[in-house]
């Protein structure tokens, strides 16, 4: 069992930057952030594998968003710059750790006003 915490959620302004923090209670192969918009399906931002730190993002937020991970926390973050009202959504922090997206965090609200 592996226990996400994620943080750093908010009210900003177009333009902004916000980041988001993911802690988890233990080793998983990839961690992941998700998103969810009102009335939409949760949608893929961005993961990162642990060894060897590989990277993917969505097209939507390339250029845009950063994902890193801090092997001695156990914790990933998102770095979210030049936000758009159209990134405002619930973000979620997931853990892959067999076969598929295993663990959830309880998610975190993001919402950018224009």
């Known amino acids: 069992q592996v226990q996400l915490v994620e943080s750093g959620g908010g009210l900003v302004q177009a333009g902004d930057s916000l980041r988001l923090s993911c802690a988890a209670s233990?080793?998983?192969?990839?961690m992941g952030w998700f998103r969810q918009a009102p009335g939409k399906e949760r949608e893929f931002v961005a993961h990162?594998?642990?060894?060897?730190?590989?990277?993917a993002y969505a097209d939507s937020v390339k250029g845009r968003f950063t994902i890193s991970r801090d092997n001695a926390k156990n914790t990933v973050y998102l770095q979210m710059n030049s936000l758009k009202p159209e990134d405002t959504a619930v973000y979620y922090c997931?853990?892959?750790?067999?076969?598929?997206?295993?663990?959830w965090g309880q998610g975190t609200q993001v919402t950018v006003s224009s």
């Open positions: 233990g080793r998983t192969y990839a």
């Open positions: 997931a853990a892959w750790v067999a076969n598929n997206w295993d663990y």
């Open positions: 990162i594998v642990w060894s060897g730190g590989f990277t």
